[in-house]
């Protein structure tokens, strides 16, 4: 019998898409996958049904379609601040999610350590692994407000190995949206180590309380190792059309584009181009983008707290971070998850899931999302409620 790869055998399946099919297969509201429940906009679906009558239908360029990374430069310049040459700087990839694990298969070697702050999204570790390197993970404490530690920052730098970090503002799963001062701390070490920052900035759109996003490619120390990352998966509600990409001095861009080339060849061609149009949208889809998940953010965070869930209120992207510890004593995460898609007929995702393999850190923690229609909380919320409040017996 042939033997799985050592490699293959560091990391498991992701909890988060195993949470989806749970929910599916009890029937369960699921907030535990990042994808909404409503339509993406309209003349997004018209641009791409257009793209596949016009003939968009071969391969793009391997790195992009032109009318796309034309776009991506323009919105980077004014959006993130950040120059861009489309044919220099700009790799188009499937999704964010290829975009990041390409980046460091790109640019780091097998031994590097790549420091990622806890919890954390679940790919990153295995985006590492894959490339040959060893996570290294830099705990945020909650009991510190999530604020990036210098003393520990230093310390996860101390490493001769370490080469990379990896940034995700705002954040998943706390809603943390690092600022200004935490940026150019995170870059003086890059600096003083000669290190690169993969930053993915996917909810870049999705803040609230007048938090400002920050990219920290734009600091001017950082504009040459910082591979910004980005997608359309989120802004425009179209998590299935795997679009997304990265932004790189040119050098390290051209090594993305090789690997990038290699592991897929292009993004789906004509929904390249649909994306293209997504970025000639007004600026008051973005803020109609925001409103409207600031209305749901409101809705989840307060039924949530009234249940019984102490919660971190999120500042950017769109999930709730939440304790259950007052509501369930003895269960752990994934018994408390697993039990509330089962009775509750809710899904979330159970906190260890973004934390390092066998730490307890999120072993009272279970995540949210409210990307999803103000109807569909309502029902998770009476959901909750009915469960939480009346365990039903086993
Ligand atoms: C932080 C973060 N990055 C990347 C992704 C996936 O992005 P994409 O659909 O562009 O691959 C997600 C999806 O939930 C996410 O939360």
Redesign the pocket.
Known sequence: MPKTSDKAKLFTESVIRGMTRLATKYGAINLAQ?FPDFPCPQELKDAAAKAIFEDYNQYSVTWGSPILREAIAAKAKRFNKIEAEPDENIVITC???EAMVAAQIALIDPGDEVIVFSPH?E?YAPDAIISGARPVYLELDEEQGFRVNEEKLKEAFSSPRAKGIVL?TPN?PIGKVFSRDELKLIGDMCNDRDAICFT?E??EHIVYDGFEHVSIGSLPSMADRTVTIS?F?KTFSV?GW?V?YTIAEFQLSNAIKKVHDFLTVGAPHPLQVACAKALTLPDSYYRELKDEYDKRRNLLLSSLESIGFRCVKPHGAYYIWCDFSELDRESGDVTFAENLVRNGGVAGVPGSSFFMTGSTRGSKRIRFTFSKRLETLELASRRLENSLAKPRAA
Request: aromatic share 12%; hydrophobic share 5%.
């Open positions: 990042g999704g964010t999610t999204y790919n995700c998943n993915d996917i909810y997608g998966s998590t795997r997304g």
